[in-house]
């Protein structure tokens, strides 16, 4: 099963992709967490260039195709999503007809040095991936404070952040499995 994660921040040391490394140790084997690292060349969306998108559109929406379930880390810029991330859901959401997120499972968490742990972003998120077509888990994971939030290793800090992340990740991979055997019959 390969989850393809991706961090709402464009930030080379970013906490929320610490998260999704730390989600990655936490996979069960057969599974895998691919990180994507494309948000920052995807241009504005513009409906004029939906006909002949660039390139890095075509990469993203490729990833998501590629990916049997996706893991989104979103820090929070003033109470909401970042807008590289929005813009992402929005080229993932085109063309109408057949968008990349339709019908593919996801699953938000995120961090942030605050001490709400991006609860809004990651409802806000939630709100637009399913507005996109996705089947987002009804799951959040908020975790404050990140710059305290990981061990040096990379882990959570939190014994019971950490016993979260796992839960979210199996309820993730179980809607993976249904997809499987829902193509099996």
């Known amino acids: 099963m390969r989850v393809l994660g991706i961090s709402g921040s464009l930030r080379r040391d970013s906490y929320n ?3 999704l490394r730390a989600a990655t140790a936490l996979l069960p084997p057969g599974a895998e967490l691919v990180e994507y690292d494309g948000l920052k060349a995807l241009p504005p969306f513009d409906e004029d260039d939906e006909a002949a998108p660039a390139g890095a559109v075509t990469a993203w929406r490729e990833a998501l195709s590629g990916a049997d379930a996706l893991l989104f880390a979103t820090p929070e810029y003033n109470s909401s999503i970042p807008g590289q991330l929005k813009n992402a859901v929005d080229w993932a959401s085109r063309p109408f007809t057949d968008p990349a997120l339709r019908n593919k499972p996801a699953a938000v968490v995120g961090t942030s040095t605050g001490m709400f742990g991006a609860v809004w972003a990651q409802a806000e998120l939630r709100k637009s991936l399913a ?7 009804d ?3 908020p975790i404050p404070t990140a710059a305290e939030a990981f061990t040096p ?4 800090a939190e014994h019971d952040a950490t016993l979260e992340l796992a839960s979210i990740l199996t309820d993730l991979l179980a809607e993976v499995a249904i997809d499987q055997a829902t193509k099996a019959a």
């Open 131 to 137: 507005a996109a077509g996705a089947r987002v888990i």
């Open 17 to 19: 992709t610490r998260l």
């Open 153 to 156: 290793e990379g882990a959570l």
């Open 139 to 141: 799951r959040e994971l």
